[in-house]
């Protein structure tokens, strides 16, 4: 299994920013797409976005366009998600995953195929 592990979480403002981080020590973990998911309280697990192997195809959750930004640096292993404009309702803990790469058109949905996810890292926003 790959193994990631999320963090750079913290408290912030609305209005304010956070850059997350994830990264692996597997070998394999440049050739997977890697998603972001959040999960809050009393709430199912959600999409927020995703990065494929080169950097060069990202995804988008509708209520993160625009303030999120996800990408990837495969010389330090690590994808990012840069947080900007925060609001009260992107408070969740997130977490990271890998599924395997097959283009933009392979799966049925955002989501589909993501699993094995790592370490979440807490994100709270005061409103």
């Known amino acids: 299994q790959v193994h990631l592990v999320a963090s750079g979480g913290g408290l912030a403002q609305t209005g304010g920013s956070l850059r997350l981080s994830c990264t692996s020590s597997?070998?394999?973990?440049?050739?997977?797409?890697i998603g972001w998911f959040r999960q809050a309280p009393g709430k199912d697990r959600e999409f927020v976005a995703s990065?494929?192997?080169?950097?060069?195809?990202?995804q988008y959750v509708d209520s993160v366009k625009g303030r999120f930004t996800i990408s990837r640096n495969r010389a330090e292993k690590t994808v990012y998600l840069q947080m900007d404009s925060l609001k009260a309702e992107d408070t969740a803990v997130y977490s990271c995953?890998?599924?395997?790469?097959?283009?933009?058109?392979?799966?049925?949905?955002?989501?589909?195929?993501?699993?094995?996810w790592g370490q979440g890292t807490q994100v709270t926003v005061s409103s």
């Open positions: 995953a890998p599924r395997a790469w097959r283009g933009t058109k392979y799966y049925a949905e955002l989501s589909a195929g993501f699993a094995n």
């Open positions: 990065v494929s192997p080169n950097g060069g195809e990202t």
């Open positions: 597997e070998p394999t973990f440049y050739i997977y797409e």
